[in-house]
């Protein structure tokens, strides 16, 4: 052999030799675990692990998107067994895909430890990168980084451990897992971008939780089926939740879904949490993702409740790995599956008549005098554990449908609107020129409001609307969206004032709620009484009123109003919605 080609040969095996050496030499043993399971790392620590990881080994990639509200960017990080070097392989890739949130709530610290640990298994196993060769792995490592900066050991009252974590409100005190549909924040503006480059078949967001006492130190909670809807609701209803859960008995961990009590014990049963579209799960709903949060029980110790999220996360990956192609079918025909239909549900309430039974793994709880106060108070005796059946409500029915029209038509002022819908990749087009259209036009014409903030808002609900045709010119820039595209689920939900977390319901459009012309009653009376004279329609409407409403009838000022807003004074763009529909 040639003395060239020999020292070549040489010089490769020297280098592979020494890049093992130096990957054996390194230490990427967690803060948790060298803590024996009490803490878990600052924020930057947890971005340094991750950027000597991908330094490390080709398999992970560590990339930024955008702005949070700290000023910091967020960081995905990404395993793939052949390495991934930029953004477009991620969007362009075929395989297997799931993304992890962690640090929503940074003081729920359980899955930022739990994801270092199983990305450096990752890469140190060569069982597991063969057994997830056909996997994209993505995860972001803390999203919260402002909440994540604000660490102390106090604010989470109720939880054993880690010795110090970070707070539930990010940077601008709010509290991200509200913010995924308004997306004030850009936290949200930019977890949209990691989400629509992903595309992830499987999401999965950490938490854990508050609420009754039980056995169990870790629960699920799946979007809910009904919502999800189709073929895909079933799925993940009849084979991914069982699946899950059998392969985590399979390790000898107790899990049950999400225990939605709050001030009572579980044993007269309990509801599924619906996740609306403000939450993550019910944000990537939107776009045919299945969605599942893990909510570990914030009374265990800290080292059981990341130990069972990391082998949770594990068997999420065999499961999504086990049924790609299946999932990868079932999102593709999702969207046309809802256009197939002429309705679309857009509120749910819980189905009382059916309920499946769980097996479940509580304690005795009674109301016991309180040491502290002079009331009662509820106390869980773990002297007493027992294993009951118990009702869960886990069924939904749809409570208000609409018509699920051909396409909206959003006029170009409402900015706000336009640049979510942009950001969440919906298609649309702009009027050349002015055109004149048919459209469905609504005004609301009831809705309530909180009585205090939440999450920087007055939220509306109860919300209902009247509709009406109308020839409308739509001026040249207004924007035209055909609902056939993959987020139509996204633009029934947001569009619709009247779904739960509608853009309406979120004062997107409180100003449309203001009068902003009026009139002078000893003006506006002579244009009445002629007005009425021209109208004889509206004058037995007026006069029928007075006879069958006493309020009406001894209310000047309500009988003027009437006449007002009957007449061609009284401004079009009050309570008037500007988005219109085309059936």
Same mark, same amino acid.
Request: net charge neutral; glycine share 4%; proline share 3%.
């Given at each position: ?42 924020? /930057? #620590? ?29 960081? *995905? ?34 899955? =930022? ?23 994209? =792995? ?59 480059? @992903?595309?992830?078949? %499987? ?33 993940? &209803? ?97 969207? &046309? ?12 309430? %819980? ?59 959003? &006029? ?35 809705? #309530? ?15 209902? @609307? *009247? ?15 055909? @609902? ?11 569009? /619709? ?19 902003? #012309? ?66």
């Amino acid at each position: 052999m040639n003395k060239s080609i020999l020292l070549l040969i040489s010089l490769v095996f020297f280098i592979v030799s020494c890049d093992k050496k130096t990957s054996e030499n390194k230490d990427f043993t967690t803060l948790f675990e060298k803590s024996n399971g009490t803490e878990t790392p600052e924020y /930057e #620590e947890v971005i340094a692990f991750y950027k000597e990881l991908s330094e490390t080994y080709d398999e992970i990639s560590l990339f930024t998107f955008g702005e949070t509200d700290s000023g910091k960017p967020l960081h *995905l990080v990404v395993y793939n067994k052949e390495g991934i070097y930029n953004i477009s392989e991620i969007k362009n890739a075929t395989k297997n895909r799931i993304l992890i949130n962690n640090g929503i709530h940074p003081g729920e610290s359980d899955g =930022i430890d739990a994801s270092m640990m199983l990305l450096r298994d990752l890469v140190q196993k060569d069982s597991l990168q063969k057994k997830y060769q056909n996997s994209l =792995i993505c995860v972001i490592p803390v999203y919260n980084i402002g909440g994540a900066l604000n660490r102390n050991s106090h604010t989470r009252a109720n939880q054993n451990g880690p010795l110090e974590y970070g707070f539930r409100g990010n940077a601008r005190n709010y509290d991200l897992n509200r913010d995924f549909i308004k997306q004030d924040t850009k936290n949200a503006a930019t977890f949209a971008k990691i989400f629509h480059t @992903v595309n992830p078949d %499987v999401f999965i967001d950490n938490h854990v939780s508050n609420g009754a006492d039980y056995q169990y130190a870790i629960t699920h909670l799946f979007t809910q089926h009904n919502k999800l809807g189709g073929n895909l609701g079933k799925f993940l &209803q009849n084979e991914m939740r069982p699946k899950l859960e059998a392969s985590l008995e399979a390790k000898n961990i107790n899990i049950t879904p999400y225990v939605n009590v709050w001030g009572t014990t579980p044993e007269a049963g309990f509801s599924q949490f619906f996740d609306s579209p403000r939450y993550s799960t019910g944000y990537t709903t939107l776009f045919n993702t299945l969605g599942l949060m893990v909510e570990t029980h914030m009374l265990k110790p800290y080292k059981i409740r990341v130990e069972q999220t990391y082998e949770l996360l594990f068997s999420a990956f065999d499961f999504a790995e086990e049924n790609s192609k299946t999932i990868k079918e079932l999102r593709a025909k999702a969207s &046309q599956e809802i256009l197939a239909q002429k309705n679309y549900p857009i509120q749910f309430k %819980v189905d009382r008549e059916n309920y499946s039974t769980l097996n479940f793994k509580g304690y005795e709880g009674q109301e016991i005098a309180s040491k502290v106060t002079n009331g009662k108070r509820l106390f869980y005796d773990r002297s007493k554990p027992f294993e009951k059946k118990v009702k869960y409500y886990d069924e939904f029915v749809a409570s208000k449908e609409i018509a699920i029209p051909k396409a909206y038509i959003v &006029q170009q002022g409402w900015h706000a609107v336009i640049e979510r819908l942009t950001l969440n990749n919906i298609a649309f087009t702009r009027f050349k020129k002015d055109t004149t259209i048919a459209v469905t036009v609504n005004h609301i014409k009831d809705f #309530e409001s909180r009585k205090s903030p939440y999450e920087g808002h007055y939220l509306h609900y109860n919300t209902t @609307v *009247l509709p009406s045709t109308a020839n409308i010119t739509f001026k040249k820039g207004d924007i035209y969206i055909d @609902v056939h595209q993959n987020g139509v689920r996204y633009l029934l939900e947001t569009l /619709e004032a009247e779904a739960t977390d509608s853009f309406f319901n979120w004062n997107f459009f409180d100003t449309i709620l203001q009068q902003k #012309e009026g009139y002078s009653d000893y003006v506006f009376e002579d244009f009445a009484e002629k007005y009425l004279l021209e109208n004889p329609v509206l004058q037995k409407q007026f006069n029928d009123k007075l006879a069958t409403d006493k309020t009406f009838a001894n209310a000047p000022r309500m009988q003027l109003n009437f006449i007002y807003k009957n007449s061609p004074h009284y401004e079009k763009a009050h309570l008037r919605l500007p988005i219109f529909k085309i059936y």
